[in-house]
């Protein structure tokens, strides 16, 4: 059983950055992949993005390119999020999540462990 502890999450300023991480149980994590979602109240879990751990591999969300970014962290077991320039729509719970499955990546129900989420709030 893989448990996923998410921290980082916080209150900040529009314009401002933020680095998420999840820290990992599982040892033997090399045929796992990670991803990090979003949930914004009322609405539905958002893709972010995601990595292959064995070669680090990155998928990501179009909408989200260029200011998120996910990276790992092997001896650490650990994969994070780095979001910068963040505004006020990208308050959200944010979920990191680890499957065994190789695809597809930006879908939620691909995913079979979940983290119970840390709040994101930007605001104006």
């Known amino acids: 059983q893989v448990q996923l502890v998410e921290s980082g999450g916080g209150l900040v300023q529009a314009g401002g950055s933020l680095r998420l991480s999840c820290a990992a149980s599982?040892?033997?994590?090399?045929?796992?992949?990670m991803g990090w979602f979003r949930q914004a109240p009322g609405k539905e879990r958002e893709f972010v993005a995601a990595?292959?751990?064995?070669?680090?591999?990155?998928v990501n969300a179009d909408s989200l390119k260029g200011r998120f970014t996910i990276s790992r962290d092997i001896a650490k077991n650990t994969v994070y999020l780095q979001m910068n320039n963040l505004n006020p729509e990208d308050t959200a719970v944010y979920y990191c999540?680890?499957?065994?499955?190789?695809?597809?990546?930006?879908?939620?129900?691909?995913?079979?462990?979940w983290g119970q989420g840390t709040q994101v709030t930007v605001s104006p």
């Open positions: 990595i292959y751990w064995s070669h680090g591999l990155t």
């Open positions: 999540a680890a499957t065994k499955k190789i695809a597809p990546m930006r879908q939620p129900n691909t995913y079979d462990y």
């Open positions: 599982e040892r033997t994590f090399s045929s796992y992949a």
